[in-house]
């Protein structure tokens, strides 16, 4: 795992720091607005953690095969 980190480039440390924000803030969001959403705050958080974890996976895929 170490190795695979030490390989990523400026950019990569970028997104996963921007991703990292818009990810706490969605929480935030839903954590203030829980009572106005249709959706369950579980449900929103889900769906956040999707939306963090699986380009992260595909990144991961991606440098161990090149």
Do not use: N
Request: hydrophobic share 60%; net charge positive.
């Amino acid at each position: 795992m170490l190795d695979f980190i030490k390989r990523w480039f400026w950019y990569d440390w970028m997104m996963l720091v921007i991703r990292t924000i818009l990810f706490v803030s969605l929480l935030f969001t839903l954590e203030h607005f829980s009572e106005q959403l249709t959706i369950p705050f579980w449900l929103g958080a889900l769906w956040g953690i999707a939306a963090f974890f699986i380009p992260w996976v595909c990144l991961q895929k991606h440098y161990i095969r090149s």
